[in-house]
């Protein structure tokens, strides 16, 4: 009886695990396909601090979107930071991996009109909408 308690009891605790895994790639796919805007872009600056933080884009190349935006136009984007402090654990959307991006970076970005910020888009999944294709080059250290 006991052992069967025990069991159960393992189980219980495994399954909130297994409901927090990340989407398999061809779901990530289809849903980053269905963004209402598609770009690459160079990261001009990461502003963590601010209320709420944002990250700002200079479209290189547009993939789909409206006619409003256009190659060089600028995009605020809205990003959870991500957690800092060693320990801290910070909100987190279960499945989601967090959005680091530096400045200077070359990203394909999935994303769509955020409804509370006007003319700010949010990323469509997060950091699987929000794909590094080049780091800039850091300094060599001496």
Same mark, same amino acid.
């Given at each position: 009886?006991?052992?069967?308690?025990?069991?159960?009891?393992?189980?219980?605790?495994?399954?909130?695990?297994?409901?927090?895994?990340?989407?398999?790639?061809?779901?990530?796919? %289809?849903?980053?396909?269905?963004?209402?805007?598609?770009?690459?872009?160079?990261?001009?600056?990461?502003?963590?601090?601010?209320? #709420?933080?944002?990250?700002?884009?200079?479209?290189?190349?547009?993939?789909?979107? #409206?006619?409003?935006?256009?190659?060089?136009?600028?995009?605020?984007?809205?990003?959870?930071?991500? #957690?800092?402090?060693?320990?801290?654990?910070?909100?987190?959307?279960?499945?989601?991996?967090?959005?680091?991006?530096?400045?200077?970076?070359?990203?394909?970005?999935?994303?769509?009109?955020?409804?509370?910020?006007?003319?700010?888009?949010?990323?469509?999944? %997060?950091?699987?909408?929000?794909?590094?294709?080049?780091?800039?080059?850091? #300094?060599?250290?001496?």
């Amino acid at each position: 009886m006991f052992k069967m308690f025990l069991a159960a009891l393992l189980v219980a605790c495994m399954i909130p695990a297994m409901a927090t895994a990340i989407p398999p790639p061809h779901v990530i796919r %289809e849903r980053n396909l269905e963004a209402d805007l598609i770009v690459v872009g160079e990261i001009l600056g990461v502003k963590e601090d601010d209320k #709420p933080p944002n990250f700002v884009v200079s479209i290189e190349h547009v993939i789909k979107g #409206p006619d409003d935006i256009s190659k060089e136009n600028q995009l605020t984007v809205l990003f959870r930071p991500f #957690p800092t402090n060693k320990g801290e654990i910070g909100a987190r959307i279960q499945g989601m991996t967090p959005i680091k991006v530096q400045v200077g970076s070359l990203v394909v970005l999935y994303l769509e009109r955020s409804r509370s910020h006007p003319g700010i888009y949010n990323p469509l999944l %997060e950091g699987l909408s929000v794909i590094t294709i080049i780091n800039p080059l850091l #300094p060599k250290k001496e």
